[in-house]
């Protein structure tokens, strides 16, 4: 069982930057996969990136590939999402998911069975 709380939403303007952290205040971050998810208003909730369980490479939706970067820290266990290059479409509530997931189902929103509560990204024109 792990519990996930994330940080560091707020507001920015188009091109602006945020960085969000995802931190298991229970249980570790070990043996799990460690994703990113997004919903924005009407819409729902999609994948934006993760981090495997067994290390190697990180992988992201199209939409934010060479914009968003996902580190992990194993040892502290955390996990954060620098965001650069912000849009108005970027604006969503972003959930942390833990899970394990196989590698065809990492994208899946259903293979997590752990979820923190959200935080609010906002991106004005």
């Known amino acids: 069982q792990v519990h996930l709380v994330e940080s560091g939403g707020g507001s920015v303007q188009t091109g602006g930057s945020l960085t969000l952290s995802c931190a298991a205040s229970?249980?570790?971050?070990?043996?799990?996969?460690v994703a990113w998810f997004r919903q924005a208003p009407g819409k729902e909730r999609e994948f934006v990136g993760a981090?495997?369980?067994?290390?190697?490479?990180?992988y992201y939706a199209d939409s934010v590939k060479g914009r968003f970067t996902i580190s992990r820290n194993r040892a502290k266990n955390t996990q954060s999402l620098q965001m650069n290059s912000l849009k108005p479409e970027d604006t969503a509530i972003y959930y942390c998911a833990a899970g394990r997931p196989i590698l065809s189902t990492l994208y899946m929103r259903s293979a997590y069975a752990h979820w923190g509560q959200g935080t609010q990204v906002s991106v004005s024109s």
């Open positions: 229970e249980g570790t971050f070990s043996g799990y996969s």
């Open positions: 981090s495997r369980a067994s290390g190697g490479n990180i």
